[in-house]
Nanobody, 125 residues
């Protein structure tokens, strides 16, 4: 089981940028797909972005496509979520999660086993 720690969240004005980090420990995640999810108050947890084991394939929700990017450094056991042109509707707790599979495409949270504790992102208007 991988332990995941997210960081990089905070308060930012609309139009600003943040970079989230997901650092894994306990085992290597270099063979595993990783997803970034978010959950706003009263809403379901939703997939924001996913990346396959090698970093060669990525997936984004329609809500963030063109504004967010995802990357990974397997040597550092770390996955990044770069968030640009942030909007107030991006406000949520952001979670990273690791799948037992190398590729998950647009699969939801059921495809992921290990989860971090989340980091709060707040975008002010």
């Amino acid at each position: 089981q991988a332990q995941l720690v997210e960081s990089g969240g905070g308060l930012v004005q609309a139009g600003g940028s943040l970079r989230l980090l997901c650092v894994a420990s306990g085992r290597s995640i270099s063979s595993n797909a990783v997803g970034w999810f978010r959950q706003a108050p009263g809403k379901e947890r939703e997939l924001v972005a996913g990346i396959n084991w090698s970093g060669g394939t990525t997936h984004f929700s329609d809500a963030v496509k063109g504004r967010f990017s995802i990357s990974r450094d397997n040597a550092k056991n770390t996955v990044y979520l770069q968030m640009n042109s942030l909007k107030p509707e991006d406000t949520a707790v952001y979670y990273c999660a690791v799948s037992p599979f190398g590729y998950t495409g647009s699969s939801g949270k059921e495809a992921y086993d290990d989860w971090g504790q989340g980091t709060q992102v707040t975008v002010s208007s």
